[in-house]
């Protein structure tokens, strides 16, 4: 079966092709999300050749509804049947959509998809049967007094059941005339299949045209035509007596009942015609027997000691054997023996017809009844027992309490969840109900919004006016929206909000309510906001990193030259001028470092350090260094916390935030420092949005300084913001802070408020390793033996000062501009070469590549030592020891004795 499935939730599309695909995988779904796809889908269609067998579509659109689908596809004629989906209560919807045309639907309860194959299978079969039922037109004789019904009844039938056709009268008198008609004309054997009779007619009261049928003077000549009565809701009664007379079924006008109808007709029909084929096979008693035991309901005789005397196949299948000899206290247990004893005798006492709901307990189930009892009377009217007619309504009470549990189930959701859930009235504004998480969310009671609903609009934030005034269009004119705003929460904090609003239409398919919903988004947000903070920093990063290889470069270049100057030169004068120079280019350094360290870049030595005592001196000194009007306090236990960690960066990352509270008490305070481990579990919320579960240390930092307003919060890692005055500070510190902490594999989370101080706190990941021991400084690094050094260096002015400084300590240069001219050299060198000083980007060939070319050379030789001397920034120490190599690293700039003593290591190394 091909379905064309119209569903513009993604989410249910994807649910119920899913749940088909495995549970019925004989219906193919061809989706189509808007009205305008539907359409186009569709148009492919005619009406002898239609592409889908069933339309299935959902009742909101984004470009219009089911109903405009059911419009379309009967105003072109389309042969298919067509199913409506509506939300969970849309009961009125349903029966509109009904009324439109479609040929069934289903509410998307929470089993809705369970049901859904055998109501499409159903719906499909029906459909098809009516089509092909309409090729045999139904001869119906309708009497009606009301014209707008007549008009109401005739276009329905039109519309859903046209092989039904209507001959029309409007009182009793003329059915007698028009069946007279036929009877004079002789025809009367094929004019009509049934009676369709409403009550009351004018003329003659319904009730009594049935008894001119059944006993009237002309009754034996009258054809025996079935009947079907129409009444109104509240005249079962006049159904009952009908039936009594002879009325073969009957219709209450309730809601949707001329859906009902073209089936009851069938139905009538066919059993009509059924007792008429059992009437030419069988005499009255074979008839009567048949009649008996087929009929859908329980039919029984009791005598008048309430033993049965005789009883139907339904009652048999329902007590479960053969009831006759025995009475109710035999059959059933004393309860329900006595309930239907007690109903029997009512109706024997009073000697008039009873109608009772009873309950039998059979097969380890209740199964319940609509008994109609009536007393059977002898020739002579004496009551010789009873008789019992019995409609099942087992499942419909069956279906009553699921539907009452679940309103209950449905009840207890909505007042437990977090979202906050309401109804309305459009036109009058009355707010028909609220749940009680309006509390938890608004910061308001419930009973306040029920006294004034605008108050939920009242306590929108001012800055969010345009979203208010969304928000509360929504709700007066009831159409769709999606709105984000703050609200004012009288105990102080703001919160922010997601509000959804959703239309409820009445039977004509005009809005008169409106339903939402609105949850609680502050996290969301600030979870948001935070990422995008984290992505435009690492932008921001990137972008610095690439400056850091120019300045490395040249800072090396005046460093090296310096220092060499410090040695050859006498003067006291250009002395301090050279001193002057190496430390402003140490500066410089300094700067370039803050920037590697912002952009994640900046090479780390770590070490497995406890943190507790690295604290406790660092806190020591700050008690030592602070203006004396600043109070450090220290918060820390004494168990080992362990951290993966370069100490020089982690210790740089504290102070800048102890500089940074110091500026931000420029009257005194408090510097308030605390260690604590804390644990992250799977499924917690962590204090921040990628933190990821497992055991934290967390290092926090507050003041009770002027804070940080709230304009400038989210900006305070960004590199060369700052809020002091000129000449307070680069902008630089914070982001340093920020870039050394990502780079130790930790987060930040910073809160402030003006005038009352903030609060920084670092987490970092703990280790379950043990502390190392940190080694003594190296001492002074041996001066060269003559070894012979292949240097490579691009950058012309940086290799000539690092050739000259290796002359100086004592080792043979082999100079070369780059990786293709150093393999060249270190092929023709004819004596070793002890090592390979190279930097690690230059054209042609790098420091990288170089090494792996070297290394194979060296396969069965002592190893190649190699130390990689660069000005980029480097993600993690470079490790590139496969084969017989061994490489160390060097950031450039560096000073003239870090040089020497890393080229010493290297030579030593292995």
């Known amino acids: 079966m091909y379905i064309l499935y119209i569903e513009d939730n993604q989410n249910d599309a994807d649910l119920t092709r899913r749940y088909l695909r495995r549970h019925a995988p004989q219906i193919k779904l061809e989706l189509a999300t808007t009205y305008a796809e539907a359409v186009a889908k569709l148009a492919q269609s005619t009406q002898d050749h239609p592409v889908f067998d069933l339309v299935l579509t959902d009742m909101r659109l984004p470009d219009g509804d089911g109903f405009k689908i059911l419009a379309h596809i009967r105003e072109a004629a389309l042969p298919v049947p067509v199913i409506v989906l509506t939300g969970t209560g849309s009961e009125e919807i349903a029966i509109a959509a009904l009324k439109g045309g479609a040929d069934d639907y289903i509410a998307k309860r929470h089993d809705y998809l369970t049901r859904l194959p055998v109501l499409i299978e159903k719906t499909f079969a029906r459909f098809h049967a009516a089509v092909a039922r309409g090729s045999r037109p139904l001869r119906v004789l309708y009497a009606e007094a009301h014209q707008a019904d007549i008009e109401l009844t005739r276009r329905h039938l039109a519309l859903h059941a046209p092989y039904i056709a209507l001959d029309i009268v409007q009182s009793a008198p003329e059915v007698l005339d028009r069946l007279s008609a036929d009877l004079a004309s002789g025809e009367q054997a094929d004019s009509y299949d049934l009676l369709l009779l409403d009550y009351p007619l004018p003329g003659m009261n319904t009730l009594d045209l049935l008894k001119e049928l059944e006993y009237g003077e002309t009754a034996q000549l009258l054809p025996k035509l079935p009947v079907v009565l129409m009444t109104g809701q509240g005249d079962e009664e006049v159904a009952l007596q009908a039936l009594r007379l002879g009325v073969t079924d009957y219709l209450v006008k309730n809601p949707g009942y001329l859906f009902q109808l073209p089936r009851t007709l069938e139905n009538v029909y066919t059993q009509t015609l059924l007792q008429r084929e059992r009437t030419a096979l069988f005499e009255s008693e074979q008839r009567y027997r048949a009649l008996f035991d087929l009929a859908p309901v329980v039919i029984f005789t009791k005598d008048l000691q309430g033993v049965y005397t005789s009883s139907n196949a339904m009652m048999r299948e329902v007590i479960g054997r053969e009831p006759v000899g025995f009475t109710d206290a035999e059959l059933f247990d004393a309860e329900?023996?006595?309930?239907?004893?007690?109903?029997?005798?009512?109706?024997?006492?009073?000697?008039?017809?009873?109608?009772?709901?009873?309950?039998?307990?059979?097969?380890?189930?209740?199964?319940?009844?609509?008994?109609?009892?009536?007393?059977?009377?002898?020739?002579?009217?004496?009551?010789?027992?009873?008789?019992?007619?019995?409609?099942?309504?087992?499942?419909?009470?069956?279906?009553?309490?699921?539907?009452?549990?679940?309103?209950?189930?449905?009840?207890?959701?909505?007042?437990?969840?977090?979202?906050?859930?309401?109804?309305?009235?459009?036109?009058?504004?009355?707010?028909?109900?609220?749940?009680?998480?309006?509390?938890?969310?608004?910061?308001?009671?419930?009973?306040?919004?029920?006294?004034?609903?605008?108050?939920?609009?009242?306590?929108?934030?001012?800055?969010?006016?345009?979203?208010?005034?969304?928000?509360?269009?929504?709700?007066?004119?009831?159409?769709?929206?999606?709105?984000?705003?703050?609200?004012q929460r009288p105990d102080g904090p703001i919160v922010w909000v997601a509000a959804q609003t959703f239309p409820i239409h009445d039977e004509q398919g005009q809005i008169y309510r409106v339903a939402g919903v609105a949850r609680d988004i502050t996290e969301h947000r600030r979870s948001e906001e935070y990422l995008q903070q984290q992505e435009r920093l690492v932008a921001v990063g990137q972008m610095a990193a690439g400056i850091a290889h120019d300045f490395n470069n040249i800072l090396a270049i005046i460093t090296l030259y310096t220092q060499m100057l410090q040695i050859s030169v006498q003067q006291p004068t250009h002395q301090r001028h050279l001193a002057t120079i190496y430390q402003?280019?140490?500066?410089?350094?300094?700067?370039?470092?803050?920037?590697?360290?912002?952009?994640?870049?900046?090479?780390?030595?770590?070490?497995?350090?406890?943190?507790?005592?690295?604290?406790?001196?660092?806190?020591?000194?700050?008690?030592?260094?602070?203006?004396?009007?600043?109070?450090?306090?220290?918060?820390?236990?004494?168990?080992?916390?362990?951290?993966s960690v370069d100490p020089s960066r982690l210790q740089q990352a504290l102070l800048n935030m102890a500089i940074n509270a110091r500026d931000a008490m420029p009257q005194g305070g408090i510097l308030h420092v605390s260690v604590s481990p804390t644990t992250v579990s799977p499924g917690q919320p962590p204090p921040l949005a990628d933190m990821s579960a497992g055991q934290w240390l967390c290092i926090g930092i507050s003041d009770n300084g002027v804070g940080i307003p709230p304009g400038a919060l989210p900006h305070i890692f960004d590199p060369f913001y700052t809020t002091k005055s000129p000449g307070m500070g680069t902008g630089l510190g914070l982001a340093q802070v920020y870039g050394i902490v990502r780079q130790l594999d930790g987060l930040i989370k910073v809160e402030s408020q003006l005038g009352v101080g903030s609060f920084f706190a670092v987490y970092l990941p703990l280790i379950d390793q043990p502390a190392n021991t940190l080694d003594e400084r190296p001492t002074p690094p041996p001066r060269g033996q003559g070894e012979t050094i292949l240097l490579v260096e691009d950058e012309a002015d940086l290799r000539e000062a690092m050739a000259e400084m290796l002359t100086e300590l004592g080792y043979a240069v082999l100079p070369a501009e780059n990786g293709r001219h150093a393999l060249s050299l270190f092929e023709q060198h004819k004596s070793p070469i002890a090592m390979v000083v190279s930097d690690l980007i230059m054209p042609d060939m790098g420091g990288k590549e170089l090494y792996q070319h070297l290394v194979q050379e060296h396969a069965n030789r002592e190893p190649l030592r190699m130390l990689i001397v660069t000005g980029y920034p480097l993600e993690k120490p470079v490790q590139w020891q496969t084969g017989n190599g061994i490489v160390k690293w060097l950031q450039k700039p560096f000073a003239m004795d870090t040089f020497a003593h890393r080229v010493a290591e290297t030579l030593l190394e292995g």
């Open 336 to 487: 329900i023996a006595e309930q239907l004893t007690h109903n029997d005798r009512a109706v024997i006492e009073s000697g008039t017809e009873g109608l009772v709901e009873e309950r039998v307990f059979t097969a380890n189930a209740d199964r319940y009844f609509l008994s109609r009892k009536s007393p059977l009377r002898d020739r002579l009217g004496n009551i010789t027992g009873l008789l019992g007619i019995a409609l099942e309504l087992t499942e419909r009470i069956h279906a009553q309490e699921a539907q009452r549990e679940e309103q209950r189930r449905l009840a207890q959701l909505v007042e437990h969840v977090d979202e906050v859930i309401w109804l309305q009235e459009t036109k009058s504004r009355t707010l028909l109900y609220i749940s009680p998480a309006y509390a938890q969310v608004w910061g308001r009671s419930v009973a306040s919004v029920y006294a004034d609903p605008n108050s939920m609009i009242e306590a929108i934030d001012p800055e969010d006016q345009e979203q208010a005034q969304r928000f509360a269009d929504a709700l007066r004119q009831g159409h769709v929206a999606y709105v984000e705003f703050r609200v």
């Open 584 to 643: 402003q280019t140490l500066h410089a350094a300094n700067l370039v470092q803050q920037i590697l360290d912002f952009s994640r870049r900046s090479t780390m030595e770590r070490v497995r350090m406890d943190v507790v005592p690295f604290i406790k001196e660092l806190v020591k000194l700050w008690q030592r260094t602070l203006p004396e009007n600043i109070r450090v306090e220290l918060e820390v236990g004494s168990q080992p916390l362990i951290l």
